[in-house]
């Protein structure tokens, strides 16, 4: 049994979820902001945390800063890249659009229950596109670089492949493919990349 | 610091100081403002310590709405015996341009202050509760206290005038001509402020209706139409394609200004191509993209192809809908249309169907790129494009 807390401010897609997982999850709490979700999860104590990108009272990123360790999953309808890669940075283990269908999100939850991080399409493009321009000089090429795999995983991510059909096209296991993408996840939070910053006031800019 | 107080964000004339300490301690900042111009009189004191109460106090706290200053009678006069005794002080140790200037400056912004302060209505309603009955009027005791302030000032005058004989306000036209503007401008100058900062005010929030409207007439002729139409429709299909094709034009107006490319770019094709095969195919496109460029020649066949694979897969695949993945880099553009429907093999595609030898393959070997497609039944296809950039950026 999955324990998930779901911090969304919506109360129709809020009932949505409730109602769409099915065995295996329990819902142990909500929160519709990010003061109560900061105040309730710790008493929560859940597996999961479902977390919408815009709360009434600021960013997701609030919500992840505060709890660190824990698990959480960023949905979101917005496609402001800079928002979304804002909640990853502070932490979250994936992010998926609303769009999602039921049995594909209750995948996704058990996934990051388990410690993977799960890609949406649209995250891997953010993340490549933040990636880009390699030109730059940068203080640290472990962290501040995709190598030509994840690079490779990453676009078959944004084509739309499940981690499966990755593994049978690359020729690798699946836990490879996890591996590549966590390795992502943990280069995008801890990198200092001048350029990923400079990505992101452009894109606010513009 | 907890005795720390903020500058005002709203109610400032040079940094807020008069304003903040007004909110802190709920009295009319325009008293603080005029205690601060005695103290100017005493040696330059006031100036000090202004100065120094600006760099003690905090920034002040973005869009803050201040509380209304209450401006009781007998905080006023708390503040002229303390400001009476800071002057005696002052005078005391020699921070002084002396009797005949600063007196008769205290008299003049006493005046000011007896026109210019004003508490808020209950104040106002207690205090015309005790005034004598003919002028217990709103409008008969403002005009009162306009006159007592005027009268006040002119003794100040007077009284600078007589306690400084090398000038003679009557004998000498230059200091009466200055002492006129000076006495208007302490009796008109909070009045134009006022008038100055309410204008700005009406014209912000003439502003902010504007914006309200334009997106409240934009919301009404898409988003309200949509879901009227939603309403009406029976068929779920048709419903998922009205929300599909609204919610993408809904994103365009809200996000479509950030596009790093603008009009004219890939990028603008492709989403008006996804509304476009959306809307005559009843389906969902999410198309994914990395980096962006104008549109040339072999762009554009990149996007006649794409459109052709997307209408294909709406077409014949089955499928719940299709994701195209494109991205830019610096020597070529490469895309891939995918879905999980059906699929095929190509044996079985009849020889007179045009489309994938023809606007696909055909298209993008003419223009130097490759086009493959890859497909088996019950696997889903792909469409794979590539094609050289002419101009390497």
């Known amino acids: 049994m999955i324990r998930v807390f779901l911090v969304e401010d919506h109360e129709l897609f809020a009932s949505g979820v409730r109602n769409e997982l099915g065995e295996g999850f329990a819902l142990v709490g ?29 960013n997701g990123a609030g919500v992840v800063e505060a709890h660190p360790g824990l698990r959480f999953l960023a949905l979101s309808v917005s496609d402001a890249a800079e928002d979304v890669i804002a909640v990853i940075r502070a932490g979250a283990r994936g992010y998926v ?3 999602i269908s039921p049995p594909e999100l209750a995948d996704a939850i058990r996934r990051v229950h388990e410690g993977d991080a799960v890609f949406s ?20 090429p472990e962290l501040d670089q995709l190598t030509p795999r994840e690079r490779e995983v990453l676009r ?5 492949y499940a981690y499966k059909e990755i593994a049978r096209e690359l020729h690798i296991s699946v836990k490879t493919v996890e591996s590549h993408v966590s390795a992502v996840l943990r280069k995008l939070q801890l990198t200092n990349r001048y350029e990923l910053s400079r990505w992101a006031s452009e894109r606010r800019l513009a | 610091m907890g005795w720390m107080f903020r500058r005002s964000a709203a109610d400032r004339v040079l940094t807020g100081v008069a304003g903040g300490i007004g909110e802190r301690l709920r009295i009319d900042p325009v008293v603080v403002r005029l205690s601060f111009v005695v103290l100017t009189f005493a040696g330059g004191a006031g100036v000090l310590l202004y100065v120094s109460a600006a760099l003690v106090s905090r920034r002040p706290a973005p869009a803050e709405l201040p509380p209304p200053p209450r401006t009781s009678t007998t905080q006023a006069v708390a503040i002229a015996m303390v400001l009476t005794g800071v002057l005696l002080i002052l005078r005391g140790v020699g921070v002084w341009f002396g009797d005949g200037v600063v007196w008769p400056a205290a008299i ?54 007589s306690s400084n004989p090398p000038l003679d306000l009557f004998g000498d036209a230059p200091s009466a001509v200055a002492t006129v503007l000076v006495g208007l401008a302490v009796i008109a100058g909070p009045w134009i402020w006022r008038l100055v ?45 009205l929300a599909r094709v609204q919610e993408r034009a809904l994103r365009t107006w809200l996000y479509g200004k950030s596009r790093p490319g603008g009009a004219g770019s890939l990028s603008a094709a492709l989403d008006e ?66 879905d999980q429907g059906v699929g095929f093999t190509r044996a079985a595609v009849p020889a007179d169907r045009h489309g994938i030898a023809e606007s696909i393959e055909g298209r993008m070997e003419r223009n130097g790129g490759v086009a493959v497609v890859e497909s088996a039944p019950g696997r889903g296809t792909e469409v794979r494009l590539r094609i050289p950039r002419s101009h390497a950026t």
Request: aromatic fraction near 6%; glycine fraction near 6%; proline fraction near 4%.
């Open chain 1, 30 to 58: 909500q929160a519709g902001t990010v003061t109560e979700a900061v105040a309730a999860i710790p008493g929560a104590k859940p597996d999961v945390v479902l977390l919408d990108v815009h709360l009434p009272d600021g």
């Open chain 2, 197 to 241: 900062r309410q204008v700005a005010d009406e014209r912000r929030e003439r502003i902010r209706q504007e914006e309200r409207a334009e997106m409240a007439a934009h919301l009404h002729d898409s988003v309200l139409q949509t879901l009227a139409l939603i309403q009406r429709t029976e068929e779920p299909g048709e419903m998922i394609a």
């Open chain 1, 156 to 160: 078959y991510i944004a084509r739309g």
């Open chain 1, 97 to 99: 659009t609303k769009s």
């Open chain 1, 121 to 140: 399409p649209r995250l891997a493009g953010f993340v490549l596109d933040a990636f880009a321009g390699s030109a730059a000089p940068s203080i640290d």
């Open chain 2, 273 to 338: 191509l996804a509304v476009w095969v959306e809307r005559t195919h009843r389906t969902w496109i999410e198309i994914v993209m990395v980096g962006d460029c104008p549109l040339d020649d072999a762009v554009r066949a990149l996007v006649h192809a794409c459109r052709e694979a997307l209408v294909n897969a709406a077409r014949h695949s089955r499928a719940r809908g299709v994701s195209a993945y494109v991205e830019v880099e610096d020597d070529q553009v490469t895309a891939f249309v995918r």
């Open chain 2, 108 to 161: 003049v912004v006493l005046g000011s202050a007896v026109i210019w302060t004003h508490g808020d209505e209950a104040t106002r309603a207690r205090r015309l509760a005790w005034m004598p009955r003919p002028i217990r009027d709103e409008a008969v005791s403002h005009r009162v206290r306009t006159l007592v302030g005027v009268l006040v000032i002119a003794l100040g005058a007077w009284a600078f005038f």
